[in-house]
């Protein structure tokens, strides 16, 4: 089928014509046209015109077990002939999305009691509010339904989604947020804490930012608040220590829930299963997507603590039937490719696999950028790292925003032949390549990231907008 594709004419004026693409600069893909992409394996993929490229970013933080994974192909192609649809509404069911809750809640980094299946993290978020709100009405709290999330935190782009996105970028031109919506610090060191700071006194700030934020609120208006275990697109932020174990006293002091955005760190993506056990994160509800089928289908989930649950059957009797869902809400053919992802996770050991490999890709650009006089911070946990850049280091100062630094390098590396991200709202490039990635693939990797980084501060030398 690729080579197809590959020698359909002209793709790229069919592309213009026709797609309407996602987080995408129109103006300048109407000019400049797509990179077409026709073949995965492992973790490399090829374009339209047979040019190869590693894969730094699994997708979009996704695509854990690799490309071309025939267990999966097998399992979607046998649900499709066996049932490739039925709904679950009024009671009904099918297999595959039962057997798969029952993995889910199995596996759940804290207790859990049941599954809600959606298409997308953003619609996952959509629903945690519409959970909270319902929690909350249930027990007769209904002024309790503001939430709370971080500056630069991701939850997606749906309406209410979108709002929970601390992102001004996200926002503009959608008239969002809306008024529901509250926004706390961001545990981002580079540019939240003083100099010299430690973890214990970066942490306290946190949580009195938080607790300051709920009081000024109404703790009786709050319902929850909502968190990436590590922040993903606002530029793989890692919390400082104990700084779960903080929010979680705040959030019990004034009965908030805690929704953990599990999208990028479930299943594996931090070195453990869930990103709750690696960060110390006690929540009441957890969104997943992403590497539950490792992108291979659209699917996503709210994990609901028995706590919540109770509370939402109980409210029936005031409330009536739950009256959310979708059409294709525990999708069968969905759940099918999810176990079949899953079973590789677990047989193929590729968790810990993650873990290992991280740690090398930690080392990697430590030697390759520690020193480097564009880079201002390296971070990141498991298999996932950005490298941050800064006109001066001491003390850090930013790069002029319109100059996009972040963006050439992106540039540049797809000319070494290598795709990685520029993350919104700082000059930070990212890597979160699948779980399958070699040690010989990891070095490419980051030896491609260099000289990106290389050229384009060559280029900022010649053009006389930075100087060592």
Request: hydrophobic share 45%.
């Amino acid at each position: 089928m690729h080579e197809l594709l590959r020698n359909t004419p002209d793709l790229e004026t069919l592309d213009k014509r026709y797609l309407f693409h996602p987080f995408t600069a129109l103006a300048d893909h109407e000019r400049n046209g797509p990179m077409v992409i026709v073949k995965g394996e492992g973790v490399w993929l090829e374009d339209n015109h047979g040019r190869r490229y590693i894969d730094g970013m699994a997708g979009l933080w996704c695509v854990n077990v690799g490309y071309g994974r025939r267990e999966i192909a097998d399992a979607i192609h046998h649900q499709a002939v066996t049932l490739p649809y039925f709904h679950a509404f009024s009671s009904w069911a099918t297999d595959t999305p039962i057997l798969l809750a029952e993995k889910i809640i199995e596996m759940a980094p804290v207790p859990m009691s049941k599954v809600f299946f959606g298409q997308s993290g953003s619609d996952a978020n959509d629903t945690q509010v519409k959970l909270v709100w319902y929690y909350n009405n249930a027990r007769g709290k209904p002024e309790k339904k503001k939430i709370i999330a971080r500056n630069r935190g991701y939850h997606g782009v749906t309406v209410v989604s979108a709002s929970l996105t601390g992102m001004p970028a996200l926002h503009s031109g959608f008239d969002l947020p809306l008024p529901f919506v509250r926004y706390t610090t961001a545990p981002y060191r580079l540019w939240e804490a003083t100099p010299g700071m430690s973890d214990a006194a970066f942490t306290a700030k946190l949580a009195r930012d938080l607790e300051d934020l709920i009081l000024a609120e109404g703790p009786e208006t709050v319902g929850a608040v909502i968190m990436e275990p590590v922040m993903g697109a606002g530029g793989v932020i890692v919390p400082p220590e104990g700084y779960y174990v903080a929010i979680r006293a705040v959030l019990d002091k004034y009965d908030v829930l805690l929704i953990a955005d599990e999208v990028i760190s479930g299943f594996g993506r931090l070195g453990t299963m869930f990103g709750s056990t690696a960060m110390a994160m006690q929540p009441d509800l957890i969104t997943v997507a992403k590497g539950i089928t490792s992108a291979y289908v659209p699917l996503s989930g709210c994990i609901v603590s028995e706590k919540v649950w109770r509370t939402i059957v109980d409210g029936q009797s005031k409330l009536g039937a739950f009256g959310h869902g979708y059409t294709y809400s525990a999708h069968p053919l969905a759940a099918a490719a999810a176990l079949a992802n899953l079973k590789i996770i677990e047989d193929d050991g590729l968790v810990a696999q993650a873990a290992s490999r991280g740690a090398l890709m930690h080392e990697k650009l430590q030697q390759a950028f520690a020193g480097h006089p564009l880079v201002g911070e390296i971070r990141g946990r498991g298999l996932v790292g950005a490298v941050e850049f800064v006109a001066k280091k001491e003390p850090a100062t930013r790069f002029d925003p319109t100059l996009k630094i972040a963006g050439r390098i992106v540039k540049a590396a797809l000319a070494e032949g290598l795709i990685t991200r520029a993350l919104p709202h700082a000059d930070t490039i990212s890597f979160s390549p699948p779980f399958v990635i070699s040690e010989e693939e990891v070095a490419l990797m980051v030896s491609r990231a260099r000289k990106a980084v290389d050229t384009v501060m060559d280029e900022l030398v010649r053009e006389k907008i930075w100087s060592a």
